[in-house]
């Protein structure tokens, strides 16, 4: 007994002294706040950090190796202990979150019957899976074992759905699945990502210039979340208002409803939803992406430059506007009028943008007069983006078009209107054009008195550029349409002042180019109409005078007809750290084309700065949107079955004729009910390359 | 030599510690669903086995023995060995940072295992000598290995199958195991 005693005292004495000694001769100094670090973090050991288990996590974030986020599963909580401990800023840290990218599911047609192993998996390996469609879900659920925190289920439709509140964003579904489905991205590497072919989107989708995610924001309204659709909206359009009110929306032409009824009206959604989220002020927090240090000069407020200021500062970058006007918008302030985009409303999406905090403006200075390349550079900024729209107007080849008193360039009679200082007009107008410019030179014609206004054009009314729903409202207004001729003169009284125009009428000949028949004038067809005032609308050439000149930084940018010349994937000038977008880089275009190009000029810049590989995929999808061109392969369908006819909402208007609609600047087209909104928000079939929800 | 070859053949396959003996159950459930953590872990269990069979072993030959208090040899190595593997594991973090980043989070896991403990106390059971003991310990720890290496591969595949609810997870593994140890069996008789 005693003997047993002392053995295990012993025992236990000499364990105790070599373990203290081994403790003291083997010591390996570690930073005591890795302990501190470590219990900040989950303690779970789950390994989603990346590290085996939470002391390597601990020590990597300690190290610096890690950031103070790392611990997926405990979060911003968790990170702001650890930033706390480590002395640290936590900053916004974005956060992860999975998405599935397919909604196919059980509506998707299958190429076999398949019997083997319940998993995405084993059923990939054989064929690729049995789903026709190349990249659609197998809906077997591998994502869901993999998911450690619950946060993914196989939905009613069959496939996965993610409870944002439950995902941690730790990876686990993405390496589960076979095909790519479901992603875990922060939002900005959804910024930054541009439509592949090998994405599963919609046509409408496809099609969109600024590739908004519209099967998505739709499905949002239709369950009533019109904050998140908002949302989705916001992650490539900053300016949904507007967009929701002058878009001439080329996704709906790609609509593939419009097989079986009409196109589901999308604008007038997105209009709906951020006019809700407007009109409720709801506070929703956009996601910005911690510092980068990096500043970023825009020169020009307009559309483009609004949204590539927009997504560079939600990539992390701090950004300074430069407008030589009093307010910004660019073409849209100061070229739509009043009764088409309110200036107020504007200006709530204007103030969106700046309310994400750090972007600058700095309003009244012109480039290549009060500040220049040079100055920028010094001025410390990294990059510069030149959005400096296309303000001058182009010539209409009429002998003395720049002297004549009454005649005025569609720029400067719109500018002067936004100026609120409006360019009087006489009793008669005409409007040389077909676009939208144009459009909008005649509505305000008739809104600043004008009796009799025409609109000249040299080819026939369905031949207009412009948006069709314009040219309906034009004739709603008693707008006179002058087609097929050719302005040859302006007749003048003894004072030089504008009494009339002739023109020479056209007949229509060989197809040009764009596809369209070009107009050949008729010998001896003279005709004169009666006018005071005559607007040029035929379209805007950008100023870039200050590239000629010799000796400055900007001297060494390309331009080509005025246009200052890019790489049109990646924005870059001949000037590694000039960028351009919108108007200035090339034909003006569509205001979502702006919106669009802004981002990709914000992916540009950031790729630079960041010293990353710029270039697009060699998957990169490029539709054309206005020839309808460059879709899928096998989207864009020529009939589809089982739809039943619902018809389209159509577009609330202020009534045809009314005070309010000839003489004064109120907003014209209005927005949908809640109630409409979520009709029509049904009537879309949520496609995907090839699947749609059909009527049952 | 053929001795010792059919003392490994034993130690690994007919009288496997895990599928036979089934000594060891924590860790073959807990750390198979991975085939990497299962390589870990076995990797531990050879290195802690071989440590073990050797301080155990003197313990026996030089106290235990000579004192007579055979009757305390439970708790005198469960003392031994918890002190060894912390002592090893304070060693390692020092002088072989790369093996302890390897085998860190499996060590501590079987302190005194249940397996450790078991092929120690046969090692004295059987009266075998220092070398004996040495090929034992290491063909024990080799048919730990194998076994837990094999299930682990058996449960990644299990993962993915079609398992009746009641039945998944461990439910499953359990019976995995129970098959997996009527085909060891097999090899009853072998020697």
Same mark, same amino acid.
């Given at each position: 007994?005693?003997?047993?005693?002392l053995?295990?005292?012993?025992?236990?004495?000499?364990?105790?002294?070599?373990?203290g000694?081994?403790?003291?001769?083997?010591?390996?100094?570690?930073?005591?706040?890795?302990?501190l670090?470590?219990?900040?973090?989950?303690?779970?050991?789950?390994?989603?950090?990346?590290?085996?288990?939470?002391?390597?996590?601990?020590?990597?974030?300690?190290?610096?190796?890690?950031g103070?986020?790392?611990?997926i599963?405990?979060?911003?909580?968790?990170?702001?202990?650890v930033?706390?401990?480590?002395?640290?800023?936590?900053?916004?840290?974005?956060?992860?979150?999975s998405?599935?990218?397919?909604t196919?599911g059980?509506?998707?047609?299958e190429?076999?019957?398949?019997?083997?192993?319940?998993?995405?998996?084993?059923?990939?390996?054989?064929?690729?899976?049995?789903?026709?469609?190349?990249?659609?879900?197998?809906?077997f659920?591998?994502?869901?074992?993999a998911?450690?925190?619950?946060?993914?289920?196989?939905?009613?439709?069959?496939?996965?759905?993610?409870?944002?509140?439950?995902?941690?964003g730790?990876?686990?579904?993405?390496?589960?699945c076979?095909k790519?489905?479901?992603?875990?991205?922060?939002?900005?590497?959804?910024i930054?990502?541009?439509?592949?072919?090998?994405?599963?989107?919609?046509?409408?989708?496809?099609?969109c210039?600024?590739?908004?995610?519209?099967?998505k924001y739709?499905?949002h309204?239709?369950r009533?979340?019109y904050?998140?659709?908002?949302l989705t909206?916001?992650?490539?359009?900053?300016?949904?208002?507007?967009?929701?009110?002058?878009?001439?929306?080329?996704?709906?032409?790609?609509?593939?409803?419009?097989?079986?009824?009409?196109? #589901?009206?999308?604008?007038?959604?997105?209009?709906?939803?951020?006019?809700? #989220?407007?009109?409720?002020?709801?506070?929703?927090?956009?996601?910005?992406?911690?510092d980068?240090?990096?500043?970023?000069?825009?020169?020009g407020?307009?559309?483009?430059?609004?949204?590539?200021?927009?997504?560079?500062?939600?990539?992390?970058?701090?950004?300074?506007?430069?407008?030589?006007?009093?307010?910004?918008?660019?073409?849209?302030?100061?070229?739509?009028?009043e009764?088409?985009?309110?200036?107020?409303?504007?200006?709530?999406d204007?103030n969106?943008?700046?309310?994400?905090?750090?972007?600058?403006?700095?309003?009244?200075?012109?480039f290549?007069?009060?500040?220049?390349?040079?100055?920028?550079?010094?001025?410390?900024?990294?990059?510069?983006?030149?959005?400096?729209?296309?303000?001058?107007?182009a010539?209409?080849?009429?002998?003395?078009?720049?002297?004549?008193?009454?005649?005025?360039?569609a720029?400067?009679?719109?500018?002067?209107?936004g100026l609120?200082?409006?360019?009087?007009?006489?009793?008669?107008?005409?409007?040389?054009?077909?676009?939208?410019?144009?459009m909008?030179?005649?509505?305000?014609?008739?809104?600043?008195?004008?009796?009799?206004?025409?609109c000249?054009y040299?080819?026939?009314?369905?031949?207009?550029?412009?948006?069709k #729903?314009?040219?309906?409202?034009?004739?709603?207004?008693?707008?006179?349409?002058?087609?097929?001729?050719?302005?040859?003169?302006?007749?003048t009284?003894?004072?030089?002042?504008?009494?009339?125009?002739?023109?020479?009428?056209?007949?229509?000949?060989?197809?040009?180019?764009?596809?369209?028949?070009?107009?050949?004038?008729?010998?001896?067809?003279?005709?004169?109409i009666?006018?005071?005032n005559?607007?040029?609308?035929?379209?805007?050439?950008?100023?870039?005078?200050?590239?000629?000149?010799?000796?400055?930084?900007?001297?060494?940018?390309?331009?080509?007809?005025?246009?200052i010349?890019n790489?049109?994937?990646?924005?870059?000038?001949?000037?590694?750290?000039?960028?351009?977008?919108?108007?200035?880089?090339?034909?003006?275009?569509?205001?979502?084309?702006?919106v669009?190009?802004?981002?990709?000029?914000?992916r540009?810049?950031?790729?630079?700065?960041?010293?990353?590989?710029m270039a697009?995929?060699?998957?990169?999808?490029r539709?054309?949107?206005?020839?309808?061109?460059?879709?899928?392969?096998?989207t864009?369908?020529?009939?589809?079955?089982?739809?039943q006819?619902k018809?389209?909402?159509?577009?609330?208007?202020l009534?045809?004729?009314?005070y309010?609609?000839?003489?004064t600047?109120?907003?014209?087209?209005?927005?949908?009910?809640?109630?409409?909104?979520?009709?029509?928000?049904?009537r879309c079939?949520?496609?995907?390359?090839?699947?749609?929800?059909?009527?049952? | 030599?053929?001795?010792?070859?059919l003392?490994?053949?034993?130690?690994?396959?007919?009288?496997?510690?895990?599928?036979?003996?089934?000594?060891g159950?924590?860790?073959?459930?807990?750390?198979?669903?991975?085939?990497?953590?299962a390589?870990?872990?076995?990797?531990?269990?050879?290195?802690?086995?071989?440590?073990?069979?050797?301080?155990?072993?003197?313990?026996?030959?030089?106290f235990?023995?000579?004192?007579?208090?055979?009757?305390?040899r439970?708790?005198v190595?469960?003392?031994?060995?918890?002190?060894?593997?912390?002592?090893?594991?304070i060693?390692?973090?020092?002088?072989?940072?790369?093996?302890?980043?390897?085998?860190?989070?499996?060590?501590?896991?079987?302190?005194?295992?249940?397996?450790?403990?078991?092929?120690?106390?046969?090692?004295?059971?059987e009266?075998?000598?220092?070398l004996?003991?040495?090929?034992?310990?290491?063909?024990?720890?080799?048919?730990?290995?194998?076994?837990?290496i094999?299930?682990?591969?058996?449960r990644?595949?299990?993962?993915?199958?079609r398992?009746?609810?009641?039945?998944q997870?461990?439910?499953?593994?359990?019976?995995?195991?129970?098959f997996?140890?009527?085909?060891?069996?097999g090899?009853?008789?072998?020697?």
């Open positions: 007994m005693l003997e047993a005693l053995l295990m005292m012993g025992l236990g004495a000499v364990s105790g002294v070599l373990l000694i081994a403790s003291k001769v083997f010591y390996v100094w570690e930073d005591p706040r890795i302990a670090v470590s219990d900040c973090l989950a303690g779970a050991n789950c390994g989603g950090c990346g590290y085996t288990g939470c002391g390597a996590c601990a020590a990597a974030i300690v190290a610096g190796e890690a103070v986020g790392a611990c599963v405990a979060g911003a909580d968790g990170a702001e202990k930033a706390a401990v480590l002395g640290m800023e936590a900053g916004a840290a974005e956060a992860l979150t998405m599935n990218t397919c196919g059980f509506r998707a047609s190429k076999f019957s398949y019997m083997g192993v319940n998993d995405c998996r084993a059923a990939y390996l054989l064929y690729a899976g049995a789903k026709d469609c190349d990249v659609g879900c197998l809906g659920g591998s994502c869901v074992k998911c450690l925190f619950g946060a993914l289920e196989i939905g009613s439709e069959g496939y996965p759905v993610v409870e944002a509140e439950k995902c941690v730790c990876g686990a579904c993405e390496k589960a076979p790519g489905i479901m992603q875990v991205r922060k939002p900005s590497d959804r930054l990502h541009m439509n592949l072919v090998t994405d599963r989107i919609a046509p409408c989708r496809q099609t210039p600024a590739e908004v995610n519209i099967p739709i499905n309204i239709k009533g979340e904050d998140e659709a908002w909206v916001m992650e490539r359009n900053p300016l949904p208002l507007s967009t929701g009110r002058v878009c001439p929306h080329p996704c709906e032409d790609a609509c593939r409803r419009a097989l079986a009824d009409d196109p #589901v009206s999308i604008n007038q959604l997105k209009r709906f939803c951020s006019d809700w #989220v407007m009109n409720e002020g709801t506070s929703l927090k956009i996601p910005v992406a911690p980068t240090g990096y500043r970023v000069a825009v020169v407020g307009g559309p483009s430059g609004l949204s590539a200021a927009f997504y560079l500062r939600r990539l992390g970058h701090k950004v300074k506007i430069f407008e030589w006007l009093p307010k910004l918008g660019g073409m849209i302030y100061y070229g739509i009028p009764y088409r985009l309110p200036k107020a409303i504007l200006y709530a204007i969106r943008i700046l309310g994400l905090g750090g972007i600058e403006v700095k309003t009244g200075v012109e290549g007069v009060d500040f220049d390349l040079e100055s920028l550079v010094g001025g410390g900024f990294d990059a510069v983006l030149m959005t400096i729209g296309a303000m001058n107007h010539s209409a080849r009429i002998p003395d078009e720049d002297k004549v008193e009454g005649v005025v360039p720029t400067v009679f719109l500018r002067k209107q609120g200082d409006p360019y009087l007009v006489g009793k008669r107008v005409g409007v040389i054009g077909g676009g939208n410019v144009a909008d030179c005649l509505r305000s014609s008739v809104r600043l008195g004008a009796e009799k206004v025409y000249l040299r080819r026939e009314v369905k031949d207009m550029p412009a948006n #729903v314009e040219i309906e409202a034009c004739q709603h207004e008693g707008i006179e349409f002058v087609t097929l001729c050719s302005p040859t003169r302006f007749i009284d003894d004072e030089g002042k504008l009494t009339g125009i002739e023109y020479l009428k056209n007949e229509l000949g060989e197809p040009d180019a764009s596809g369209r028949q070009s107009p050949v004038a008729i010998d001896g067809s003279e005709t004169v009666d006018i005071d005559f607007i040029l609308a035929i379209g805007q050439t950008t100023n870039s005078a200050f590239a000629d000149e010799e000796g400055t930084a900007a001297s060494r940018l390309e331009t080509s007809r005025g246009a010349v790489n049109a994937d990646t924005h870059q000038t001949a000037i590694p750290y000039v960028f351009t977008s919108g108007d200035c880089a090339g034909p003006p275009g569509l205001l979502v084309a702006a669009g190009a802004g981002r990709r000029a914000a540009g810049i950031h790729k630079y700065l960041m010293g990353e590989d697009f995929s060699p998957d990169r999808l539709v054309d949107s206005r020839r309808m061109k460059g879709h899928i392969a096998g864009i369908f020529d009939s589809i079955e089982g739809i006819r018809g389209r909402i159509g577009q609330p208007e009534e045809p004729g009314s309010e609609r000839q003489h600047y109120a907003e014209v087209d209005l927005t949908v009910t809640e109630e409409d909104a979520v009709k029509e928000a049904n079939m949520r496609c995907c390359l090839t699947c749609y929800n059909q009527d049952t | 030599m053929s001795d010792y070859i003392l490994a053949v034993s130690a690994i396959l007919v009288n496997n510690i895990l599928l036979i003996q089934y000594l159950n924590c860790p073959f459930l807990g750390t198979s669903k991975s085939m990497d953590n390589v870990g872990m076995s990797m531990a269990v050879v290195f802690v086995l071989a440590m073990a069979g050797i301080v155990t072993w003197t313990m026996e030959a030089v235990l023995g000579p004192i007579g208090l055979q009757y305390m439970t708790i190595f469960i003392v031994v060995i918890a002190a060894l593997v912390q002592f090893v594991e060693f390692m973090k020092k002088s072989m940072p790369g093996l302890y980043a390897g085998l860190g989070i499996f060590l501590p896991l079987i302190t005194t295992n249940c397996a450790v403990m078991g092929v120690c106390l046969i090692n004295i059971k009266e075998y000598n220092f004996e003991m040495l090929v034992s310990s290491f063909a024990y720890a080799a048919g730990f290995g194998l076994a837990l094999l299930f682990a591969g058996l990644e595949r299990i993962i993915i199958g398992v009746p609810g009641p039945l997870d461990v439910s499953i593994a359990l019976v995995t195991a129970g997996m140890s009527l085909s060891f069996l090899f009853k008789g072998m020697i």
